[in-house]
């Protein structure tokens, strides 16, 4: 059974640092570009970022460019979203995702992507 399973969300201030996880199991993780995406309160899911299988790739949104690094450790099945100089606009919760085929590169849309994990809740106070 493959699953995505999300953890280290939570409330922070605005400027603080927070580091969100995503552990894979069911999948060679390492054959996978991973995406992260978020939904706020009455937006529509939008993308965040995603790392290519190597993680040589990585592509951002303009709004969390400079601020948010995503990165993988490969031999862990796991994929971290490091967000930086928090803003109470990126109050939303956070999903991590798999694309749907292996060794495909990173994309922005989420039809590209098959498995998602439940989410994990971040909320940054003014």
């Known amino acids: 059974q493959v699953q995505l399973v999300e953890s280290g969300g939570g409330l922070v201030q605005a400027g603080d640092s927070l580091r969100v996880s995503c552990v894979a199991s069911?999948?060679?993780?390492?054959?996978?570009?991973m995406g992260w995406f978020r939904q706020a309160p009455g937006k529509e899911r939008e993308f965040v970022g995603a790392i290519s299988w190597t993680g040589g790739t990585t592509h951002y949104t303009d709004s969390v460019k400079g601020r948010f690094t995503i990165s993988r450790d490969n031999a862990k099945n796991t994929v971290y979203l490091e967000m930086n100089n928090l803003k109470p606009d990126d109050t939303a919760v956070y999903y991590c995702?798999?694309?749907?085929?292996?060794?495909?590169?990173?994309?922005?849309?989420?039809?590209?992507?098959?498995?998602w994990g439940q989410g994990t809740q971040v909320t940054v106070s003014s």
């Open positions: 995702a798999a694309r749907t085929y292996a060794l495909h590169g990173p994309s922005p849309s989420e039809h590209d992507y098959a498995t």
């Open positions: 069911g999948l060679t993780a390492s054959r996978y570009t």
